[in-house]
């Protein structure tokens, strides 16, 4: 259950003295879905908002229901306690529980279910539902504790949104930056982004696009097990949005935008900073703006370490160690928990890598989230 694995994680950051070490967790899911009738009070369109009161059985209204299941079967499943009775809000409390038994510092929290938004038929049920959780965000969750730093959601299907989004919550204290879901069919480079990316860069705001599985994205229909769909979906959303955004030529548009790609894992890093490069070798007339190889681009880039791929054999932690490399990984990644997820990662996951040495450790525990953030040590 829950209490024994962070009680193993506990134990885990006792035996290398991490507690010593500052840690930002770069992507902790929390769970909105507990307060969702908190959250549906901040819905602006009266009619929206009814129906978010009036959920069907088994799933908050608005919400699409989940395709497939994150469940393994046959091995022992977690489940969400409630914090013993408080003054404190109980998604914090839920929250600063995690975090204390992971050796985490300050994390910096994205939604869990409304993830799925970017490929809701209706658009402005996300664009709603997005003014709706960061209202929820700044009013109930961000007061109440300086280590909690939210994304904010950005409802990208509909750019327009986005501006007045970063108008309204750009410069609201204790905001980590705001977050694209990834699995939605909008290309990043539409000149109608533009604005919205402007107004990031001018603000000194982080940008992160926070990958996620859909078993019904076009190439992933055709497999028939999640492994598959998780495998591969999260990644191909991840690389198309960085392809279009690096070839586009927006990084010399917008040089000091920082990016930050989430929750996809780091074996797909090596790959398209081969196979970009190759191709425009080739193709250098198709990316006029670029003044660099794709890879270089890349590498100005920040990259959270969830799911850390290492499956503990020689070959694979060699592989892991040439993608550390090719992204620099000391300067340039951050760890990430991805808790609750079932395929979470502990900070250990990461302190135990034989091919880092202490400087580069703490940096991906926690010092350059320090620094990209703006983060307080000691918050």
Do not use: C
């Given at each position: 259950m829950t209490e024994d694995i962070l009680g193993k994680a506990r134990l885990q950051a006792i035996e290398r003295g991490l507690d010593d070490v500052y840690i930002v967790?770069?992507?902790?899911?929390?769970?909105e879905l507990d307060s969702w009738a908190e959250v549906v009070e901040y819905i602006p369109d009266p009619i929206v908002r009814n129906t978010g009161r009036n959920p069907r059985p088994g799933r908050p209204g608005l919400l699409p229901p989940p395709l497939g299941t994150t469940d393994t079967v046959g091995r022992l499943m977690r489940h969400r306690p409630a914090p013993p009775p408080s003054d404190v809000h109980p998604?914090?409390?839920?929250?600063?529980?995690?975090?204390?038994?992971?050796?985490?510092d300050v994390s910096l929290v994205v939604p869990s279910l409304i993830q799925f938004l970017g490929l809701h038929p209706q658009p402005d049920t996300e664009v709603n539902l997005a003014f709706a959780y960061n209202q929820w965000l700044v009013e109930k969750i961000i007061p109440g504790d300086p280590r909690i730093?939210?994304?904010?959601?950005?409802?990208f299907n509909t750019p327009d949104a986005c501006v007045k989004v970063i108008d309204r919550f750009g410069d609201m204290p204790g905001v980590a930056g705001f977050m694209v879901a990834s699995a939605r069919y909008r290309s990043v480079h539409d000149n109608a982004y533009m604005r919205t990316y402007a107004m990031m860069q001018e603000r000194r705001l982080t940008l992160a696009?926070?990958?996620?599985?859909?078993?019904?994205?076009r190439p992933t229909d055709l497999t028939n097990r999640f492994l598959s769909v998780y495998a591969m979906?999260?990644?191909?959303?991840?690389?198309?949005?960085?392809?279009?955004?690096?070839?586009?030529g927006l990084p010399e548009r917008f040089p000091k935008l920082n990016l930050v790609w989430m929750e996809a894992g780091l074996a797909w890093l090596a790959y398209l900073m081969r196979r970009l490069d190759f191709t425009y070798a080739m193709r250098t007339s198709e990316a006029p703006a670029l003044k660099r190889r794709p890879s270089d681009y890349m590498r100005d880039m920040y990259f959270t370490s969830h799911p850390i791929e290492a499956t503990g054999d020689e070959a694979g932690m060699e592989d892991l160690e040439h993608i550390?490399?090719?992204?620099?990984?000391?300067?340039r990644l951050m760890w990430a928990s991805g808790f609750p997820q079932w395929n979470f990662d502990t900070p250990s996951a990461l302190w135990d890598l034989p091919f880092l040495d202490d400087a580069a450790k703490r940096n991906i525990l926690g010092g350059t989230a320090k620094k990209l953030f703006e983060l307080d040590q000691n918050p």
């Open positions: 967790d770069a992507d902790a899911h929390h769970y998604n914090i409390a839920k929250t600063l529980g995690h975090m204390d038994a992971l050796g985490v730093r939210p994304f904010l959601y950005l409802p696009f926070h990958a996620a599985h859909h078993w019904q994205e979906s999260g990644a191909q959303f991840n690389m198309l949005h960085m392809t279009n955004w690096i070839v586009s550390f490399k090719r992204i620099d990984a000391p300067n």
